[in-house]
């Protein structure tokens, strides 16, 4: 039987694991989105590529940390995760 603190621990990495599964299905999503722009002769301008490329590191960086957060148990790289991500969010919320 699992301590209230592993149990705490398990359900975060149940959590993580299905936020990572999710990841993986808007990937899989959006890869089937590249045949029907390219047929429709859609393309992203050079400013907006460099803006996907700083958006895909952001994202990419997030995950690895949210992975060492957990592994190392460091609360300081977990505050300096929760302050990007609600800098990722008021930019969502202002441009939507």
């Not at 890869?31 to 002769?41: I, S, T």
């Not at 990419?60 to 800098?87: F, G, K, T, Y």
Request: glycine content about 6%.
């Amino acid at each position: 039987m699992l301590s209230g603190d592993e149990d705490d621990i398990m359900a975060t990495g149940v959590d993580s694991a299905r936020d990572l599964e999710r990841i993986g299905d808007l990937a899989a999503a959006t890869a089937h989105l590249a045949p029907h722009n390219h047929h429709k002769g859609s393309e992203f301008s050079g400013t907006a590529k460099a803006e996907l490329e700083d958006d895909d590191n952001s994202t990419h960086r997030s995950d690895h940390d949210s992975i060492r957060v957990v592994v190392d148990d460091d609360n300081v790289l977990a505050a300096q995760l929760i302050i990007r991500h609600e800098e990722v969010d008021e930019i969502c919320r202002t441009t939507v």
